[in-house]
């Protein structure tokens, strides 16, 4: 499952400062791409409308890509999604719409467990902290950034140099515009993009399945086909109290597709890493990827442990330990992937063919032909203080409260900095979605938070030992768990209002503060901006070379090459399609009567059981109506809740996971088995109607 809970994005956020997603010197590139089979995740603005003519023969108009791309959603959790009415109703995944849920959920009302349906539009809750946007429009910014970079510049200098640039790129288009502003690298460096977007922070949950039928089969169903899952919410965007008159949505097809239909996918994929060289392809196999494993078993057996304490505690780890079992799957199917010999064969394969190419002409070899051993280079350095970096950039701040503290301290530290100089992070074009997080109202659980800052703190101690200085400075003499009850019970970090208090009151108050995780934060942020220091140089130089690979891939193949995901809007285009797997042939489609036969195998027991309503109204359904479906259409993690629309961009489906084939589509695209999964307009409109009663929701789609 395309898991993309804010802790997703934390770890995406960590992939991209340890894994290298890059910049370059001054390149300017076009693209017109041309590729083989259903491949490539297609930014809008650079769609192969030829390449769609010929291999299905459909005219792809700007008109039908600008009705799709405003009606395409994206969440401040890293997901997707898109408005199916004119009156701002969006559908998306329940699985992305879950945190909001069950901080909307209490003790005595678990709508993550039950579902929910607000039978009127007054009735729908307010999410806390959940935001919309909305792709506006893109504007080529390269010839401004890669200008700034003079040729007597190192690596690090013109890396700080761009930055600087692009921080102030996106300054002022905000101000101009008034829309979130965010400069997009592409092809490693090649392209430079701003992306404009049309925010709204008014979200509101109108309709949530129970969590049983949305992950029916749980983590043992996770990343496989045939599936059977209703794993879908539908919220709605409000503007000045109102509902959002989304003159872009899209229709809702109730005749869903066939099989071999062409349809599209829209939706913002996370992070490929498919340009990546083989030695870095191999430090990600041999270092990050098995150092992620142990971190999130760990970190799994935490969460199991507390749920194991009751009921409430089972309800308050859910979210958590779907993300994490999600995460599990998802990176070991990466692993295995990079372990297969064939992957890392082909690549090798592929990058030896380049290099010959380029050795035969001395200017290229010359200009080129050391990128390879640059990157290996900076890729052994970096490993002697991966894990050190991983805990300090990352790990402590996948904990609420410590997250909070991190960025309070380091929000403090870089206001008192001209723009251009802050941190990405912190700069005046972002502030707004890190001050939507930073005073969110969602419930925070002391109990909980000393599970996981102990379990946190113990793999600290034992990765890398209890005499390093870091250790030492965090532990302060104490165990894990003792630690841990000293900074939750000392703190008022949990309370919104003492949030925003310190950070309207600037860097003297953070200074002189004496709230223990504030105290942590604080002593360790020099250690974890000296890492930067330490990591920064070497990502630059890795920058640097990974664009010459990227001009280098340009000057010898030409129109073959698409950008890797970068979390922004992408378009992919395929067809609906089985395929087979060990002799055996897997149908495109599942039906509800499939569902049925699947829990009745499981004798009806968890994560098999279905909920009530589904075995007492049986019979009002049409068994042979499909449930779900699958696609070539390329995709990844991020995808989760995209729209996938026909020809007449009528939305036929909603994407919610990928085969277990898939997961090494990071790294490579795999036509013949690679899938995208669905859940069908079909089943969606017959589970509403005759399942839930959500006449109001289905009327507002099919009108």
Same mark, same amino acid.
């Given at each position: ?30 693209? +017109? ?54 009156? %701002? ?18 003790? %005595? ?17 307010? @999410?806390?902290?959940?935001? $919309? ?35 102030? $790129?996106? /300054? ?33 949950? @109108?309709?949530?399945? &129970? !969590?049983?039928? @949305? ?9 496989? !086909? ?42 913002? =994929? ?9 030695? =870095? ?55 295995? %992937? ?7 064969? /082909? ?33 052994? &350095? ?24 991190? +960025? ?35 419930? $925070?659980? #002391? ?11 113990? =793999? ?12 030492? /400075? ?10 841990? &009850? ?21 860097? #003297? ?69 089985? !395929? ?47 449930? +779900? ?21 009528? $939305? ?13 589509? =990071? ?10 999964? @669905? ?13 839930? %009663? ?5 009327? &507002?789609?099919? /009108?």
């Amino acid at each position: 499952m395309w898991n993309a809970d804010s802790r997703m994005r934390r770890l995406a956020t960590r992939r991209k400062r340890c894994d290298c997603y890059l910049a370059s010197d001054k390149i300017k590139l076009s693209f +017109t791409v041309t590729t083989l089979a259903d491949e490539g995740m297609w930014p809008f603005n650079n769609v192969p409308k030829a390449e769609i003519k010929r291999r299905y023969g459909f005219n792809v108009t700007d008109a039908w890509l600008r009705k799709v791309q405003l009606a395409s959603v994206r969440f401040n959790n890293g997901a997707s999604g898109s408005f199916v009415s004119p009156d %701002g109703l969006v559908l998306t995944n329940h699985h992305v719409a879950s945190s909001a849920v069950q901080q909307l959920s209490t003790p %005595g009302n678990d709508y993550i467990k039950n579902g929910f349906y607000a039978r009127t539009r007054a009735a729908e809750l307010k @999410a806390p902290d959940l935001e $919309i946007n909305v792709l506006v429009n893109i504007e080529d910014v390269t010839a401004r950034v890669s200008g700034a970079v003079k040729t007597d510049m190192t690596a690090v200098e013109a890396n700080a140099t761009r930055r600087a640039e692009i921080a102030a $790129i996106e /300054k002022t288009s905000l101000a101009a515009t008034n829309l979130r502003s965010e400069v997009v690298t592409l092809y490693r460096g090649g392209q430079y993009h701003l992306y404009r977007y049309k925010t709204y922070t008014d979200v509101r949950v @109108a309709f949530v399945p &129970e !969590y049983a039928i @949305a992950f029916f089969g749980g983590d043992a169903d996770n990343f496989t !086909y045939p599936r059977y899952s209703l794993d879908i919410a539908f919220l709605r965007v409000y503007e000045h109290g109102k509902p959002l008159k989304a003159d872009n949505h899209l229709n809702w097809s109730e005749s869903g597709v066939r099989e071999n239909e062409l349809v599209f996918l829209s939706g913002h =994929h996370g992070s490929t890493a498919r340009l990546n060289t083989v030695a =870095h392809l191999e430090f990600m196999r041999d270092i990050a990827l098995p150092f992620s494993l142990k971190q999130l078993s760990r970190q799994r057996e935490t969460l199991l442990k507390y749920s194991a304490q009751g009921e409430e505690q089972e309800r308050r780890a859910r979210e958590d330990l779907f993300g994490t079992e999600n995460s599990l799957k998802r990176i070991r199917g990466q692993f295995e %992937g990079l372990q297969n010999n064939f992957l890392i064969a /082909k690549k090798r394969q592929g990058e030896d063919a380049l290099r010959r190419q380029l050795s035969i002409d001395p200017r290229r070899q010359k200009e080129y032909g050391e990128a390879w051993q640059e990157i290996a280079r900076g890729r052994e &350095e970096f490993q002697s203080r991966f894990v050190e970096i991983s805990f300090l950039e990352t790990d402590f701040a996948n904990t609420t409260l410590f997250g909070f503290a991190r +960025t309070l301290v380091r929000l403090a530290t870089e206001n008192a900095k001209p723009n251009a100089e802050r941190l990405p992070e912190y700069t005046e074009a972002r502030r707004a979605s890190l001050e939507l997080n930073l005073f969110s109202p969602a419930p $925070i659980y #002391k109990d909980f938070e000393k599970i996981k800052i102990a379990g946190l703190l113990s =793999h600290l101690r034992d990765e890398l030992g209890v005499e390093h200085p870091l250790v030492r /400075k965090i532990l302060d003499g104490k165990m894990p768990e003792a630690r841990a &009850e000293e900074l939750i019970e000392g703190t008022q970090l949990q309370d919104a209002a003492y949030r925003k208090r310190l950070a309207a009151n600037g860097l #003297k108050v953070i200074e002189e503060s004496t709230d223990p995780i504030i105290v942590l934060a604080r002593s360790i942020d020099p250690d974890a901006r000296s890492a930067r220091k330490f990591y920064e140089p070497i990502l630059s130089v890795e920058r640097a070379n990974y664009a010459k690979i990227a001009r280098a891939l340009y000057e010898v193949e030409g129109t073959k090459l698409y950008p890797d995901a970068t979390s922004t809007l992408r378009l992919s285009y395929g067809a609906v399609k089985g !395929y087979r797997e060990k002799d055996k042939r897997i149908p495109p489609f599942t039906m509800f009567s499939g569902l049925y036969q699947r829990s009745k195998h499981h004798t009806n027991q968890p994560p098999y059981k279905l909920p009530r309503r589904w075995i007492e109204r049986k019979s009002t359904l049409e068994l042979n109506l499909p449930l +779900t479906f699958v696609t070539t259409n390329d995709s990844v993690g991020g995808c989760s809740g995209s729209p996938v629309v026909n020809k007449n961009a009528e $939305i036929v489906g909603v994407i919610f996971d990928g085969n277990i084939q898939s997961l090494a589509g =990071h790294f490579i695209y795999n036509d013949a088995q690679n899938r995208a999964i @669905a859940v069908d307009s079909r089943g969606i409109i017959d589970a509403l109607t005759k399942l839930y %009663g959500a006449t109001r929701i289905a009327d &507002e789609l099919t /009108k």
